[in-house]
């Protein structure tokens, strides 16, 4: 099912910011589980032909997410994200950096502020990225941050519109 939804990023380098919005046609709560449980941000977090394969997460302040990007190669690129802050179908604060195979982080990481609102069964994310470098932004950049990020974002659209 092909859905309207769309995904805009705003850059601001000056001060290491990314914000990204985008409306799904699910209601929140389906949307909230997919950001929240390894299971299903697996099916959806990596762009094609990539695959999320998450190692452990434990969704809770102070808990974690240790995961792999991996190529159709089996390359393995990990990050791990420590949870900062929950208020449950709202918001959650996390802290993302890349990683080694043994959970080593390579800093500087980003913080994300991910917010979640519902309205007539359209849910809204609109999430906040503030990077700790102007490097590690623009990296993210060259690595193609933002069209591998709305190519995940669309297939999560495509996992909401799948009947449960």
């Known amino acids: 099912m092909e859905s309207n939804s769309k995904t805009e990023f705003v850059m601001d380098l000056q001060n290491k910011k990314v914000t990204i919005t985008r409306e799904f046609d699910a ?93 007539n069964g359209t849910t809204k994310v609109f999430i906040i990225i503030i990077n700790e470098s102007l490097d590690r932004m623009k990296k993210m950049i060259e690595m193609g941050f933002e069209a591998g990020f709305t190519s995940a974002l669309g297939n999560l659209d495509e996992l909401l519109q799948q009947p449960e």
């Open 27 to 119: 209601p929140l709560e389906n949307v909230w589980r997919a950001w929240t449980e390894s299971g299903l941000l697996d099916q959806w977090w990596a762009p094609k032909p990539f695959s999320s394969k998450t190692k452990f997460m434990d969704f809770k302040v102070g808990g974690r997410r240790f995961y792999a990007m991996v190529s159709p190669e089996g390359q393995e690129h990990w990050s791990v994200q420590k949870y900062t802050s929950i208020s449950p179908k709202t918001n959650f604060k996390m802290y993302n950096s890349f990683a080694d195979k043994d959970e080593n982080p390579q800093l500087p990481g980003s913080d994300w502020d991910v917010n979640f609102s519902e309205q």
